[in-house]
């Protein structure tokens, strides 16, 4: 499985951008994100179908996850950014069905990253 995560630059605070996330199948996918210095976070989810979606707390109802199955593209819609959103952002694919603790899935497959900077 390979993984292509894009879309990432320089924004203000504010400001909206979307990654994109390519795979060479179709898989469930999951976002995540390392800043310099902290540990890798859950960021958003979406099951293999597309109907079943997950969101940290910290940017639900700001980022929306997608997936267009025609096109093995999942996509991360992120709206009103904000500097704590700084960080390298990593898609991730998992074969089997997402259940239980999604944040602390172990996905099988990851990207190499985008990064995503947001300055006040």
């Known amino acids: 499985v390979q993984l292509q995560a894009s879309g990432g630059g320089l924004v203000q605070a504010g400001d909206s951008l979307r990654l994109s996330c390519a795979a060479s199948?179709?898989?469930?996918t999951g976002w995540f994100r390392q800043a310099p210095g902290k540990e890798r976070e859950f960021v958003s989810a979406?099951?293999?179908?597309?109907?079943?979606?997950w969101y940290a707390d910290s940017v639900e109802g700001r980022f929306t996850v997608s997936r267009d199955i025609a096109k093995n593209m999942v996509y991360l819609n992120m709206t009103n950014l904000r500097p704590e959103d700084t960080a390298r952002y990593y898609c991730?694919?998992?074969?089997?069905?997402?259940?239980?603790?999604?944040?602390?899935?172990?996905?099988?497959?990851w990207g190499q990253g985008t990064q995503v900077t947001v300055s006040s």
């Open positions: 991730a694919a998992d074969k089997r069905t997402l259940y239980g603790n999604i944040p602390a899935h172990p996905f099988e497959f």
């Open positions: 199948g179709q898989f469930a």
């Open positions: 979406i099951s293999w179908s597309g109907s079943r979606t």
